[in-house]
Every structure is written in structure tokens, then in C-alpha cells.
């Protein structure tokens, strides 16, 4: 065995979200009325777009997810008896070896050749100089920086770029393939289709942001070989490498703590609109308590008590990255425990709302036990509440994550995290000359994850919540056919045309 | 003659996410200075677009396509919305259906008034308020000067209907577009606020466009009616000469599918209309009506019908009619003395029930009733404060007492807010009663324990008024239907629990899934889809099916036609009598409709405010009502009798609050006969037959029974 797999606890949880969402799609496939939003969703060329760049990010966090450790030479002697590295690692780290490895003396700007900082050097003739000495990786193989940086940048861009559109225009042509196979129509017919956007998905909007996504990860991944792209950061550890690392962090926090929040959201909150009576009061009591405690207290709070606990018993864990594992487990834990109250409330007004509509009522005509109304009629009917939620929220915990290491109760330090990166970054700010690129590095990743996550939140929620769908239908109105025609002026839809007595 | 309002071939579409909806699809009519014409037609017909398109406030996704509005020499569709706003609001105004959506809950009715009066007349501060209390003077509201100075929710829905029509008022318009006014309103309240439109328009002279799907109201209220079918017109005429005799087969349908007691008395199966409205957003090749029309023939199919006239002002959209075709086929008879065939003739969709006399089996009344209900009480106990002391009730039912024999049907007949519903509930055991007893078969059903009462569950069961909140939209029919059937363990047969029927699904239980649905007309196959592809109508066989799966002998219905058309209603009483009928069900028919009562009802039961009023079998009490109250409710329910010399009783106010019912008699502060000794104590029985009672001090008391 070249290596021994290693199973984190988060690791095993992420798997579990993946079995889930595996079966829920298999689920949603079959069953038409959640299938036809997601559709909707389908639709939309923002929200296509935005899952086109979370999927890079989602693919990324999943590579940074299967954990093993790679099997030493065992110097001790020929026991037959194989060594593992002391080490975890990632599937994303091996295949990122040069970056993780390529470590230089200290900081050294984006692209550079030449290290940030002077240092004494001694010169040929025995006297010593300050100046900039060439980085040990970056830039290594020009023989003369100053004339042939630009041009080698550039060359190898344009290299890296060619590449991911090549690459671009396989995967197009696989997509129009797959089309015209599926509608039996010819593939020039379907290539047209995907140009003018009519198809079921909007696979245009996925093209162009795919086009887009391939062009940067091709330039940026010819370069990252031979330059630090992002510069590097006190230790010389590579930038972007940390930045791509980070990508898993925030994954983690935002899909996890929903996993850990859903099950208190979804009990106590339908439990409460349903049962009313003092089972409501409790639960109401309980999450107004708790949401009444500024929650980053609330946080520190058991973040250190864990640290002390864990500093206290060493011996729990085998390797470093077990040990900050469980921390942000437990990070995810917290949060979660802390913010189910928001969903809660919105579960227990809708579960109010549908206790009393009539088909719960029929079921209580028929005998039906409690259990089964909540489980075949209340929770499909609020499950969309729950979606729109679950995705909205996952932004907000990207960014409380970041701003929780920056203050030094989020993950453990030794976890490359994008707000510990930017706490790392925040008093190189105030050096002159400026150390700008951990920030912006933190600042852009996140940016892309957070602004995407939202774009998708936004389209599953036009696709799923009925309210919102009503006003934006139908935009396409044909204005002015006659001369002078009249600006229609929109009025609520209950002036719609419905009879009731 | 000058027309007030000129509608010329009014196309207005609808941009939908497939096709376009042609919602109103060359539409014309006038209107003339101080007249009524009433816009008559089912739901999605186009009524409400075409008023939309008037007033220029279609939704977002309607446009106005082709035709001309004239108001006086203007065309609105060709003024710039800046002078549109001029327009609505003073030249024309439009009163919606639900008062309560239409007035600003956090504006005094004084400042919803003034912005209209400030826009339209530059009226501000004393000027202002002197005819915004002049204003609510007309509409009759009492205290005006006081009242204008509150908020909406402080009034009830018959005084923010009143609201709504002195909003309307206030400018002064030529023309009023009354969208379903009365619609949301009880009878009592519809009656005054009609008389209060007629009012006006007598005197002010302004035209109205009268939006109604209630041939009743449109009766009471026009001067010329229009009938309009899938977003175009079909027939217009003047009152007296529509209901005298209509001419388009729809028409002639819509009047033949009112329940009433008439049909009942001959045994007739109500004529509904077969299908639905059908979907604005297809192409017409012929007659739109001709998918459901009895008359149909080959060129209804083929060819849309122009307007031909029947006699004067009376024309109508139809084949039927047009005189090419009539000189063509002599034999057939000239088109009056058709309609007249045919109005006589019961269309097919009866024809198979025509010759059946229903057989209404007179039971005796010694016989044991199925359910008996005596003093039954709910009271809603209101909280206040940190530890949530009670302060008081709410006495939704406050002492009802009756009986349902096998196979009969009572109503129970009140306006909203009497505790109609309640009584239902209470009987159901789905609120639990204060104090009363329900006896069902003998066995009392009050402080049952739930595992008990689970097992009673299947011989009573409900359907509800909302067919579209009374289906899960989440589960397939055949759930819905194996629901009741695997937690009652009904029909499956053998003792089968509730988890093996689940799993396996049996044939049995399929095969009765399939069989219910055939009962109720639907074919077996539909039990695959999910709700929201069914019309209404069709919902409420659904409905009706869920309940029959567990072989109830009684279902209480709580207004289950009140949602749906008239054509569809009739559909659905013809289904509920057929089963009555064939499985000798009891129903106790929760109502406030009188036609429906007359035609279904065994025997019927007045409520006001928590209590029964008057009781006894329908002719008794619909035809002799004793209790002022039932007489003023009788009366003010519209009729089509054109000649119609019946006096209706107006009762002034509203429902009183349950919370503190007036005392002595509830019904003295509204009674037009109220004597002194009704604000004491609360009457007791009065018996006018075996089966007939009333509590009213108008007649002599029993001594031996204060009960109520």
C-alpha cells in the first residue's frame, strides 16, 4: 500500500451529505411536483451560471475532502512492515504538490521573480549588498527577469488559456451530442439550440460561464508551475495554493452547520405550530432566550472551552489535522446550534398556517395519527421553506466563518481557512510598501463562492416560493403594437379575475 | 342617444408562460346614462379582465391588443397615462370584491376619502371634511362625523363595502364598475348594500357596470344584461326579456342549473353543464360553447356564430338564431318556439336522470335519529396578559340542540359568523365542545377518548368548502383516498393494519379506489395525478370520494358549493342527492345559500349568533318563517322572478360579536319587531307544528321548556 486512507470526522459527514443529495435528486427526479421547480431553476440563466461556478468550487472542496497518508521509506529497518507519514493529506495536496512544496523565505509579490523583502548578500568580491535576491521557484528558470518576465507571463497564459478553450469547446460538443442524441435531431441543430437558448436548461448561460471559468483555471493553472500567481505570504507558502485550500473550509462551515441545524429547526419548529398549546410556549420561550444572547459570545464561549479541552487531552489525537478537524466540527456544531432559531420561526408560522387548512383537518376527520400528519402532510408542504433557506444561508456562514477566525474563535490556526488568511493578512496592511495579495487572494475567492452561492439562492427561490414567482412572470410583454398604445400599469394580482361567494 | 361608456371588439391577452390567454376577445357593449348593465358569466370568462382593461389597471402581464373604450367622446386606450389618472377615480370608479383588501388598514377611512377628494377637487382641511361627512352620510354611515376618523378595521364588512362605494363616490364618476360587489357579503348585507347602489344611482344618474356571476343580483340590479362566455359576449338583452325567456343555449343552461325548490318538487335532476369553462389560451374554430352545448350541430363546430337578433334589443351569439339557417330548415320551427322547446326540455346532461323520480322515502319521524345533538356549547376562551388569563369567550355555540335521521338531510342556515362551522366541528369532535352532548347512534361522542373515537371516525365524515385547500397538493388522488381508508382500516377488509396496507397496496383496496372515483364521475385512471390538475369542481368529487372511502352514514358538508360556479354547483348537487339515494346517507348541510337549502333539504335549522332560531321541515320554515330573522333572510335573498313584488325586509347593521351577544333576545338590536320584553330574557320555544319551532316572544311560549 502506497498509502493509508484517512476518514476525518468532517470528512465522514461530507460523504453523508453527499449520499444525501445523491438521493434526493433520485427522489426529485421521480416525483413531478418538486422536479417542475427545479426546472424552473433549470431555467434561469443566472442561477445555471452560478451552479456552473459553484460546481468548480464544490469539485475542488470534494478533492480536499479524501484524506490519506502517504506510505514513508521506512529508514528503521526491513520489518516488512509499512510507515505512514506522520502527515495528512489531501487528494487536492497531491495533486497540488509543486505549490504546497515550492515554500519561499518570505513574502514575494504575484508573479514576481524577486523576493519582497532586501536581504544581505555577499557578492563575488567578498563585500555584501542589500538587495532583492531571485526566489528560490518562482521565476526560477528565466535567465534574466527583468526582459523576459512579461514576455514568459504572457506566453504562457495565452498557452494555458488555448488549452482551457480547447478544453471549452470538447466539453460544448460533448453537451450538443448528448442533446441531439436525447431529441434524435442532428447535432448542428442542437448546437444552434444551446446558441439561442432554447433549451429546457438554459445551458447557454452554462457555456459562456464555463467558457469563462476554463480560460482562468488554464492560464492560472500553466502558471501556477512556474510563478507564485498570487504572490506568497510570510512563511513563502503559495497564496492561491492556501486560497484553494480554504475553498473546503468554507464548504464545510456552510453545508455542515445546515446539516446540524436542520434537525432543531424541524422538530422544535413544527412541533410548536402544530401542538400550539404550552409545547408552542416552551419552544418559543427557548429560542427567544436564545436568540436574545449576541451569539459571537455565545460561540467564544465553547470554542474555548473546547481548546481547553483539547489542549488538555493530546493524546486524543493522531495527527495535527485530526485535532483541527474536530475543531471546526465542532465550530459547525456550534453555529449550528446557534442559528436554527431564524428557520425555526418561519417553520413554526407556515406550520400554523397549514395545521389549519382543510385537508389537515380531513386527516383529523379520518383518525390520523399525529406522527403521520406531520410527516405526509406538514413537512412536504413546508419542505420549500426549508430549501430557500438552507441555500440562502449557506453565504452568511461562509462569511461568519471569516469573521469569526479573524477574530480568533473560528477554526483552528493551523487550518488554512479564508479568515485565517485574512487575519494574517490584516497587519501587513498597514506595511509599507502595502502586502495587498493575501487579502485580495481571501477577498476574490470568497467573493466568487459567496456571490454565486446567492445568485443560485435567488433562483431556487423565484423557482420554488409561489409569491415570488407571480410578479415575475410573463415579462415578456409585447408592448406597443398599436400606435399610442397605453404603458399597462401593474396592479396586485388580487384584482385577478376569481369568484368566490 | 348618447351612451356614457362605448366598448368597441375589446381584445385584452394575457401573456402566459405557454401561450396567450385572449382573456376578453372582441368584446362591445354601451352603457347608458343612469343604467345598469350587469356582465353575467362563470369564472374565467373575461369579466373582471374587461373591467381591468376599462379602467386601464390591468396586471402586468395583460395587455390591451386591439378595440376602443370611449368614455363620453374619449377613447381612454389612446390617452397618456398621465391624463388616465385624471380619469380614474373621477370619471370612473371601481368598487373591488373584498372590502377588507381594498381599503389601507393604517389609514383613517377620513384620509382615504381626502386623497381622493385632494387629487381630483383640491379640497383640503374644512372643506374636505365637510364632504367627506357628506359622502359618508349618503352611504349611510351612522356617526359619520365621528366614524370617519376611525380605521377600517374597526368597522365591519358590510359598513367597509359602504366604505369602498363612498371611495367610489367621492369623484363624482359618470361610470361605476362594480367588480362582484357583493360577492364576499352575506345576504342580509348584499340586500343593503344594493338597495344602496340603486339608491344612488336614482338619484346622481350614474351608469353602472355591474360585475356578477350571481343571476340573482343581476335580476334584482340591471337594466340590461350581458352574458359573457370564454372572454367574449354571447347574448345581451334587457332584463325583463332575458329572464322571460333566454335565448343562447348557456344561458338557457345557467338559469336551469339554479337549484331551487321547484326542481325539487319534480324530482329533477338540477341540469348542470357538462365540462368547463375551456381555456382561454386555444384557438376557437366555431361556437365556444359548443363543446358543452345539448344543441350543438355541425357548424357550431365549424364556424364562430355572428349576432342575430331574437326580438328588439335581445341578441345572441348563436347558430340557433341566425336566420339564413332557419329559413334554410323550415321544418325546424322558428327560433322562438325552439328556445321555448327548450327551455322546457332538460338538457343532456339530465336527460339520463330525467324520467327518474328521485324516491324521497318518508320515513317516520318516530324513528330513532342517527345523531342527536343537544345544548351543545363551544366557547373559545380569549387570553390576555403574560400568563394568559382567560377574559372571556367567545360563544361561537352557545346551546344548539338537533337531530338528523338516517338518510335526511338537515341545513343549518345562517350568515357568516354564526357558528355554523363550529357546529360542524363541535359534532365531528374536531373542537372539542364546552358542555352539550352529541349522541351519534346512542353513543355519546363528547369526552370520548381518542382511541375510541378513532374508530367511530369512519361512520361521520366532512367536506369542506375550499376544494383547493382541502386536498393535499402533495399527495397523488389515490393517497388522498387510501389515507382515511388505511387509518380507519376501512376496506381492506379483514383486520389488515394500517402499516401491511401501506406497503402492499391490495388489490381490494385499489379496486375500491378505482370504484369511488367511478361513483363520483371521474374515470378510475385519475388516480394517478396529483390535485392541481383538476378543476374545481372536479376537486370536490375528490373530496367527496375521500369521505365516501370510509362508508360514512353522515357527512356534514360546510358549503360545499359556495366556491364553485353555478354550473359546477349543479354538478355537485345532483352528485351529493344521487348518493343520499343510493347509499342512504345523512348530510347536515352547512349554508348560506336558500336555493341550495330548498332544493336538498329535509328539514332546516336557522342560526343567529351561536343559537338555532327557528327549525322545522323546509316547506314549514321557507314558506311560513316565523322568526323575524328568517323572514328578513328569506326576503333578502335575490330572485330572478321578474315581476317580482315580494318586500324585502331590511335589517339595519351587522352580526353583533359573539363575545358579547345583545341581551335578552340576540337578535333584538337588528329586529324590525322588537317589543320590550325581547331585551330582557331569551325566549323560549315556540311550537307551530310537531316539527316546527321558533324562539320569539311574537308568539306564545311553552311554558314546560326554556330550552334552546
Request: aromatic content about 8%.
Amino acid at each position: 500500500m502506497f498509502f493509508k486512507p484517512v476518514i476525518l470526522w468532517t470528512d465522514a459527514l461530507v460523504y453523508l451529505l453527499v449520499a444525501i443529495v445523491i438521493a434526493l435528486v433520485w427522489y426529485v427526479r421521480r416525483n413531478e411536483h418538486f422536479a417542475a421547480p427545479w426546472r424552473r431553476v433549470g431555467r434561469s440563466a443566472s442561477g445555471m451560471a452560478a451552479l456552473t461556478v459553484l460546481a468548480f468550487f464544490v469539485i475542488i472542496g470534494l478533492l480536499d475532502t479524501v484524506h490519506l497518508r502517504p506510505a514513508v521509506e521506512n529508514k528503521s529497518g526491513g520489518s516488512g512492515e509499512t510507515a505512514y507519514s506522520v502527515e495528512v493529506l489531501s487528494l487536492l495536496d497531491l495533486i497540488a504538490t509543486p505549490l504546497r512544496t515550492r515554500v519561499e523565505k518570505t513574502y514575494s509579490s504575484p508573479f514576481a521573480a524577486y523576493l519582497y523583502a532586501r536581504e544581505t548578500v555577499e557578492l563575488p568580491n567578498g563585500g555584501q549588498a542589500r538587495e532583492f535576491p531571485r526566489l528560490e521557484f518562482g521565476g526560477a528558470h528565466l535567465q534574466d527577469p527583468e526582459t523576459q518576465l512579461v514576455r514568459d507571463v504572457a506566453w504562457r497564459a495565452v498557452a494555458g488559456a488555448g488549452l482551457g478553450l480547447f478544453l471549452w469547446c470538447m466539453v460544448v460538443a460533448f453537451l450538443a451530442a448528448t442533446l441531439a442524441h436525447r431529441s434524435g435531431e442532428p447535432f448542428l441543430s442542437a448546437l444552434s439550440r444551446i446558441r439561442h437558448d432554447d433549451t429546457a436548461v438554459s445551458w447557454r448561460a452554462v457555456c459562456l460561464m464555463l467558457a469563462v471559468t476554463l480560460l482562468l483555471c488554464g492560464a492560472a493553472l500553466a502558471l501556477c508551475g512556474s510563478y507564485h500567481i498570487l504572490g506568497t505570504d510570510k512563511v513563502g507558502q503559495d497564496v492561491f495554493y492556501q486560497a484553494l485550500k480554504s475553498i473546503r473550509t468554507g464548504l464545510v462551515i456552510g453545508t455542515l452547520t445546515t446539516l446540524m441545524m436542520l434537525p432543531f429547526a424541524l422538530l422544535l419548529g413544527i412541533t410548536a405550530g402544530y401542538f400550539r398549546g404550552w409545547v408552542d410556549d416552551v419552544i418559543q420561550y427557548l429560542y427567544t432566550t436564545l436568540s436574545s444572547i449576541p451569539s459571537v459570545l455565545l460561540i467564544a464561549a465553547a470554542v474555548l472551552m473546547m481548546q481547553v479541552y483539547m489542549d488538555t487531552h493530546p493524546e486524543l489525537f493522531d495527527t495535527v489535522v485530526a485535532r483541527a478537524d474536530l475543531r471546526l466540527l465542532f465550530l459547525c456544531i456550534i453555529l449550528g446550534v446557534t442559528s436554527w432559531t431564524g428557520l425555526c420561526r418561519l417553520l413554526r408560522g407556515e406550520t400554523l398556517r397549514l395545521r389549519e387548512l382543510e385537508y389537515i383537518q380531513a386527516a383529523h376527520a379520518f383518525g390520523v395519527s399525529h406522527w403521520r400528519i406531520i410527516s405526509r402532510h406538514i413537512l412536504p408542504n413546508v419542505m420549500h421553506i426549508v430549501l430557500i433557506a438552507t441555500v440562502m444561508d449557506f453565504s452568511g456562514l461562509v462569511l461568519a466563518e471569516a469573521v469569526l477566525s479573524y477574530v480568533g474563535v473560528g477554526v483552528d490556526p493551523s487550518m488554512i481557512s479564508f479568515g485565517t488568511m485574512i487575519n494574517a493578512a490584516r497587519m501587513e496592511m498597514a506595511r509599507e510598501p502595502m502586502v495587498w495579495w493575501a487579502l485580495f487572494a481571501a477577498f476574490s475567492f470568497m467573493f466568487a463562492l459567496v456571490l454565486s452561492a446567492n445568485l443560485f439562492a435567488d433562483a431556487v427561490q423565484n423557482a420554488f416560493d409561489p409569491r415570488v414567482r407571480l410578479s415575475t412572470k410573463a415579462k415578456t410583454s409585447l408592448r406597443g403594437k398599436r400606435q399610442g398604445e397605453p404603458e399597462t400599469k401593474p396592479v396586485s394580482a388580487s384584482a385577478g379575475d376569481r369568484l368566490s361567494p | 342617444m348618447s351612451y356614457v361608456l362605448e366598448i368597441n371588439d375589446l381584445e385584452t391577452i394575457l401573456h402566459a408562460e405557454e401561450a396567450p390567454v385572449r382573456a376578453v376577445d372582441g368584446l362591445t357593449l354601451n352603457i347608458m346614462k343612469g343604467e345598469t348593465f350587469a356582465l353575467l358569466g362563470e369564472s374565467g370568462c373575461g369579466k373582471s379582465m374587461a373591467a381591468l382593461s376599462v379602467m386601464r389597471l390591468l396586471p402586468e402581464a395583460g395587455e390591451i391588443m386591439a378595440g376602443s373604450v370611449k368614455l363620453g367622446n374619449e377613447d381612454l386606450l389612446l390617452l397618456p397615462e398621465a391624463a388616465m389618472r385624471g380619469i380614474r377615480g373621477k370619471r370612473i370608479s371601481m368598487i373591488f370584491q373584498e372590502p377588507m383588501l381594498s381599503l389601507n388598514p393604517v389609514m383613517t377611512v377620513a384620509e382615504q376619502i381626502g386623497e381622493v377628494l385632494q387629487w381630483h377637487f383640491r379640497l383640503h382641511g374644512a372643506a374636505a371634511q365637510e364632504r367627506i361627512r357628506a359622502i359618508l352620510n349618503q352611504v349611510g354611515i351612522p356617526e359619520a362625523a365621528r366614524r370617519m376618523n376611525e380605521y377600517p378595521f374597526q368597522f365591519s364588512g358590510g359598513m367597509k363595502q359602504r366604505m369602498m362605494i363612498a371611495m367610489a363616490l367621492a369623484g363624482e364618476p359618470e361610470l361605476l364598475i362594480a367588480d362582484e360587489p357583493t360577492t364576499a357579503l352575506d345576504v342580509t348585507i348584499q340586500a343593503q348594500v344594493l338597495n344602496l347602489m340603486r339608491d344612488l344611482q336614482q338619484r346622481d344618474g350614474m351608469a353602472i357596470l355591474l360585475i356578477t356571476h350571481d343571476l340573482g343580483v343581476a335580476a334584482q340590479m340591471a337594466h340590461r344584461v350581458g352574458i359573457m362566455y370564454a372572454g367574449e359576449m354571447v347574448e345581451t338583452a334587457t332584463r325583463e326579456a332575458f329572464f322571460r325567456g333566454p335565448a343562447h343555449p348557456y344561458s338557457r343552461k345557467l338559469l336551469a342549473s339554479l337549484p331551487g325548490r321547484e326542481s325539487r318538487h319534480k324530482g329533477l335532476r338540477l341540469a348542470a353543464i357538462s365540462g368547463n369553462v375551456p381555456s382561454l389560451s386555444r384557438e376557437f374554430a366555431g361556437c365556444r360553447f359548443a363543446d358543452r352545448c345539448d344543441h350543438a350541430f355541425k357548424l357550431c363546430h365549424e364556424a364562430a356564430p355572428g349576432w342575430a337578433v331574437v326580438a328588439g334589443e335581445h341578441h345572441v351569439r348563436c347558430h340557433l338564431f341566425d336566420p339564413d339557417l332557419l329559413r334554410r330548415s323550415g321544418e325546424r320551427g322558428s327560433g322562438d318556439e325552439e328556445s321555448q322547446q327548450t327551455v322546457r326540455k332538460p338538457g343532456r346532461a339530465d336527460e339520463s336522470g330525467a324520467g327518474i323520480e328521485l324516491k324521497r322515502e318518508r320515513r317516520t319521524i318516530s324513528s330513532p335519529p342517527l345523531l342527536s345533538v343537544t345544548d351543545l356549547k363551544v366557547y373559545f376562551a380569549i387570553h390576555k396578559g403574560l400568563i394568559k388569563n382567560v377574559v372571556g369567550h367567545v360563544k361561537a355555540v352557545d346551546g344548539v340542540s338537533l337531530e338528523i335521521r338516517q338518510g335526511k338531510t338537515l341545513a343549518l342556515v345562517g350568515e357568516s359568523g354564526c357558528g355554523k362551522t363550529t357546529v360542524g366541528k363541535g359534532i365531528l369532535q374536531l373542537v372539542s365542545p364546552s358542555a352539550g352532548s352529541v349522541r351519534y347512534n346512542g353513543l355519546e361522542l363528547v369526552g370520548l377518548e381518542r382511541k375510541r373515537l378513532r374508530k367511530m371516525r369512519a361512520e361521520f365524515q366532512l367536506i369542506f368548502q375550499d376544494p383547493y385547500s382541502s386536498l393535499n397538493p402533495r399527495m397523488r388522488i389515490v393517497d388522498i383516498i387510501e389515507e382515511g381508508m388505511n387509518a380507519l382500516n376501512v376496506g381492506v377488509g379483514g383486520d389488515t393494519g394500517e402499516y401491511r396496507a401501506e406497503q402492499q397496496p391490495e388489490v381490494s383496496t385499489r379496486r375500491r379506489v378505482d370504484a369511488l372515483l367511478e361513483s363520483v364521475g371521474l374515470p378510475a385512471e385519475t388516480k394517478w395525478r396529483y390535485p392541481h390538475e383538476f378543476s374545481g369542481g372536479q376537486r370536490q368529487r375528490i373530496a367527496i370520494a375521500r369521505a365516501l372511502a370510509v362508508n360514512p352514514k353522515l357527512i356534514v358538508c360546510d358549503e360545499p358549493t359556495s366556491a364553485l360556479d353555478v354550473s359546477v354547483q349543479a354538478q355537485i348537487l345532483n352528485l351529493l342527492r344521487e348518493l343520499q339515494n343510493s347509499l342512504g346517507l345523512a348530510y347536515l348541510f352547512i349554508t348560506h345559500n336558500i336555493s341550495v337549502v330548498e332544493y336538498l333539504a329535509d328539514e332546516v335549522a336557522v342560526m343567529y349568533l351561536g343559537r338555532i332560531v327557528e327549525r322545522g321541515t323546509v316547506d314549514e320554515v321557507l314558506t311560513t318563517p316565523r322568526h323575524p330573522y328568517t323572514q328578513a333572510l328569506l326576503s333578502a335573498v335575490p330572485v330572478i322572478e321578474p315581476e317580482s313584488t315580494r318586500h324585502i325586509i331590511h335589517l339595519h347593521g351587522d352580526l353583533p360579536s359573539p363575545v358579547n351577544p345583545p341581551s335578552g333576545c340576540h337578535f333584538h338590536p337588528r329586529c324590525p319587531r322588537v317589543m320590550p320584553v325581547c331585551h330582557e330574557t331569551y325566549p323560549a320555544t315556540s311550537a307551530f307544528s310537531s316539527t316546527h319551532t321558533a324562539h320569539c316572544y311574537l308568539y306564545p311560549q311553552e311554558p314546560d321548556s326554556r330550552r334552546f
